[in-house]
């Protein structure tokens, strides 16, 4: 049997602790060969196929928490939004007025202050009435199906609506290196480096999306708790507004 040198020793025993340390600290594989030991093996695919792997993962979630922020026509809108097929609750701010949306099945509600509707309707070129506005303060305000508003709103709550149109990166598809987000290691693809989006994909277990950065600026949304279902509830009667009349446009 050969002796191991006693200094060979000392410097095995050195490098395991460190590695052992960088683990236990980090969560990271730091001193492993291969970064995607460990993980769900989406890593190792060509970007296209990790693409495809993680729309099929959302798709089939039955639940998701999205938030952050999305850019559409020169508009900012910051999302924090729980979503699932049958409906979705949460907020939705844009031009510095914030409003809560809830959907149950088809019925939409929207509640917001009196600040809210008091400027909505005056931007939509009504008279802005106080006492209208009060009535409407904090009160969950159904909106008919036959209102354009409905549509508009009703986008925000729609869970394949919103992922189908976010979850595409734009031009040619590339990897970007292992990272982290949120403490789990994630690898990131990029389209046309990046100019056309990035999204984290989740290296540990099912390969959700974890962060995109939509192409030219359009916003940055994280997604988090899927498939974690959440209650929906309807309502109090002495909490509903029935509008009666088509909300302002604005």
Known sequence: MTAIPQGRVRRVALVSAVCALV???TGLTGCSEDPDEGTNGVGKLPPAEIQRKTRTA?????????????VTSGRTYKLDMRLKADGATGSVTAQGATFQLLRIGQRLYLKADAGFWSDAGAASGG???AAAAGKLDGKYV???QGDPSYKKFSGFTEKDVLLDGLLTLHGTLATDGHHEQAG????RITGDKGSGGTLDVSLEGTPYPLRLVRAGGAG???FSSWGKDFALKEPAKDDTVDYGKQLPTS
């Not at 959302?58 to 999305?70: K, N, P, T």
């Not at 789990?184 to 690898?187: A, F, K, S």
């Open 58 to 70: 959302a798709d089939s979630a039955e639940a998701v928490r999205l938030s952050g922020s999305v």
């Open 142 to 144: 159904k909106v008919p």
């Open 220 to 222: 940055t949304l994280t």
């Open 23 to 25: 683990v236990s600290g």
């Open 127 to 129: 008279k802005a009435d």
């Open 184 to 187: 789990t290691r994630v690898i």
